[in-house]
């Protein structure tokens, strides 16, 4: 089991930046790969980023925040980190964190991101 509580959302507004963290307890050696994704009102879930574990890390993007959001993980930390730079007002939704371990999926609680002005 990998419990995951995500933190770091808010209010921003268009062109501003955020760092949503997500805490990761548990059976976490196991990890093979951390996604974020987000759901806004009236949509489906849609998968943001994704990270596998291991050295290198290598690492994939929705189109619609490439080159905005940066994943990375910290291993060490049991730590996952989205950064999202020039936010936009389409980007507005919960954002969760999910650990893929042994064939099974585990999701935080979700945050939620809104920008506006």
């Known amino acids: 089991q990998v419990q995951l509580v995500e933190s770091g959302g808010g209010l921003v507004q268009p062109g501003g930046s955020l760092r949503l963290s997500c805490a990761a307890s548990g059976m976490t050696s196991g990890i093979n790969a951390m996604d974020w994704y987000r759901q806004a009102p009236g949509k489906q879930r849609e998968m943001v980023a994704t990270?596998?574990?291991?050295?290198?890390?290598?690492?994939g993007y929705a189109d619609s925040v490439k080159g905005r959001f940066t994943i990375s993980r910290d291993e060490a930390k049991n730590m996952a980190y989205l950064e999202m730079n020039n936010l936009k007002p389409e980007d507005t939704a919960v954002y969760y964190c999910?650990?893929?371990?042994?064939?099974?999926?585990?999701w935080g609680q979700g945050t939620q991101v809104t920008v506006s002005s």
């Open positions: 999910n650990a893929a371990l042994h064939g099974l999926v585990f």
């Open positions: 990270i596998i574990s291991g050295s290198g890390g290598s690492t």
